[in-house]
């Protein structure tokens, strides 16, 4: 009897041991992450990406001044980019993307190597560089033909650059900065 007693209260003080261990780290990252999402919505505040879509065209505005614009690439009728407000809260570079849809379909693409990422909405919605296409702007978003890669269609609801855009959003957007996307 007395050895039962003696397994269980070791077992309980190695669960409580592990609990401890694993719980410090998140009580320190904590007040951290509080610290660093304060910073970063202060150095957000007054920033503003806008995108039409009915222009295929993003402006970037600074304390209500346009700072930078340029032509986009957004997404096609069968998987457009939503509309609405949103924030930046990830920023990856590089990175690559994977298809979340299955080999075969009309839909999927193959790993594929993104310079400037920025996420504004769940779900894998970026405003990022394409290599893959040379011509952005109205009418990019349904089929149109590029002079380099041919018949393209739009993005997979994306907001697509060319390399030079996406690198100065990229240095220009902290974290926190608002992205207004509209019809």
Same mark, same amino acid.
């Given at each position: 009897?007395?050895? =039962?007693?003696?397994?269980?209260?070791?077992?309980?003080?190695?669960?409580?041991?592990?609990?401890?261990?694993?719980?410090?780290?998140?009580?320190?990252?904590?007040?951290?992450?509080?610290?660093?999402?304060?910073?970063?919505?202060?150095?957000?505040?007054?920033?503003?990406?806008?995108?039409?879509?009915?222009?295929?065209?993003?402006?970037?505005?600074?304390?209500?001044?346009?700072?930078?614009?340029?032509? =986009?690439?957004?997404?096609?009728?069968?998987?457009?980019?939503?509309?609405?407000?949103?924030?930046?809260?990830?920023?990856?570079?590089?990175?690559?993307?994977?298809?979340?849809?299955?080999?075969?379909?009309?839909?999927?693409?193959?790993?594929?190597?993104?310079?400037?990422?920025?996420?504004?909405?769940?779900?894998?919605?970026?405003?990022?560089?394409?290599?893959?296409?040379?011509?952005?702007?109205?009418?990019?978003?349904?089929?149109?033909?590029?002079?380099?890669?041919?018949?393209?269609?739009?993005?997979h609801g994306c907001i697509a650059m060319p390399l030079s855009a996406?690198?100065?959003?990229?240095?220009?957007?902290?974290?926190?900065?608002?992205?207004?996307?509209?019809?």
């Open positions: 009897m007395q050895k =039962v007693t003696r397994k269980r209260y070791l077992a309980r003080l190695s669960a409580l041991f592990l609990a401890i261990f694993l719980l410090i780290p998140c009580l320190f990252q904590g007040n951290a992450s509080a610290s660093t999402a304060h910073s970063h919505s202060s150095q957000a505040a007054g920033k503003v990406i806008v995108v039409s879509l009915s222009h295929q065209w993003l402006y970037a505005y600074a304390a209500g001044s346009k700072v930078f614009n340029t032509a =986009v690439m957004t997404g096609r009728p069968e998987l457009g980019t939503p509309t609405g407000t949103y924030h930046i809260f990830a920023k990856l570079s590089p990175t690559t993307f994977y298809s979340p849809f299955p080999r075969g379909s009309v839909e999927w693409y193959p790993p594929t190597h993104i310079t400037y990422a920025l996420e504004w909405k769940e779900g894998g919605f970026f405003l990022h560089d394409s290599w893959w296409h040379s011509v952005y702007g109205p009418g990019t978003s349904r089929w149109h033909y590029d002079p380099i890669d041919g018949w393209q269609s739009g993005s996406a690198a100065w959003l990229y240095n220009w957007a902290p974290i926190g900065t608002t992205v207004q996307i509209s019809a």
